[in-house]
């Protein structure tokens, strides 16, 4: 029996979505980001789920674009179509309402890095690390820019993109990029970890405050404006109902 390109896992409300080519170091081809896509779109529908974890199988996260496939002779069918799953299963992600937590195990490297970068919370080993090397290669990065621009200062992505150097853990975290820097052989439990407390809080009390940081993110902030908070608290008016338990 073939072996799904990446598996979800639900446990105690979470759904653990694991990229999984182990033999590639998850090497991402097309049908794997369409896998991705498909249960993320699922998950974000299922009521019962409070948190994603997203990881990869083997022990690290993800090394980026299979280019030994993505070059292959003869070509593969889903070669045309690629940038489309690229960029579908990042549409998925971003617009899935639960927190996402990422479990970066060893490395996540250009494309792969890219969707460490599309965790909400991203949980990292001491000596693993991040690369958005693209720039070395002549190369774009546009999914990673999507996800950098998005959350962090300009200066921060400058840092992360033109060097296209390694970012270990602990620089990681001094950039705010990683919410946790554990010891290598404990990222994965602590991801599992903080996704279930997350899971664990009254139902859809961490989606309505997700939700509504990005709305308010969408907009400049301007504190000098009365409509800064009454936006602000326009978008924080659905998390004064009462909490009900999940399920």
């Given amino acids: ?22 033999e ?19 998950v974000s529908d299922d009521s019962q789920i409070g948190a994603v974890l997203l990881c990869g199988t083997g022990g690290a996260f993800c090394s980026g674009i299979d280019l030994t496939e993505y070059n292959a002779d003869p070509a593969p069918s889903w070669l045309a179509t690629a940038p489309e799953s690229i ?13 996402v937590v990422v479990a970066l195990e060893r490395y996540a490297i250009n494309g792969g890095a890219a969707f460490a970068l599309a965790g909400d919370l991203i949980v990292t080993g001491t000596t693993a690390w991040l690369q958005v090397g693209e720039v070395r290669l002549g190369m774009n990065a546009p999914m990673n820019l999507a996800w950098l621009v998005a959350r962090y200062p300009v200066a921060t992505v400058l840092q992360v993109v ?33 996704a279930e407390q997350i899971a664990a809080y009254p139902h859809g ?28 608290a326009a978008t924080s008016s659905s998390a004064a109902t009462i909490p009900q338990p999940r399920g």
């Fill in 24 to 42: 590639r170091k998850n090497a991402l081809i097309a049908p794997m980001l369409d896998e991705l896509a498909a249960h993320v779109d699922a």
């Fill in 162 to 194: 033109l060097a296209g150097d390694r970012v270990a853990g602990p620089d990681l975290l001094r950039l705010g990029i990683a919410h946790e820097v554990v010891d290598d052989a404990h990222v994965r439990t602590r991801a599992e970890a903080l």
């Fill in 87 to 99: 960029r579908a299963a990042h549409v998925a992600i971003g617009s899935c309402p639960h927190p």
């Fill in 205 to 232: 009390a961490a989606e309505r405050l997700k939700a509504a940081t990005l709305e308010l993110a969408s907009h400049a902030p301007d504190t000098t404006s009365p409509r800064w908070f009454e936006r602000a």
């Fill in 1 to 22: 029996m073939t072996e799904p390109l990446v598996r979800r896992t639900d446990r105690r409300g979470v759904a653990i979505i694991e990229l999984n080519r182990p």
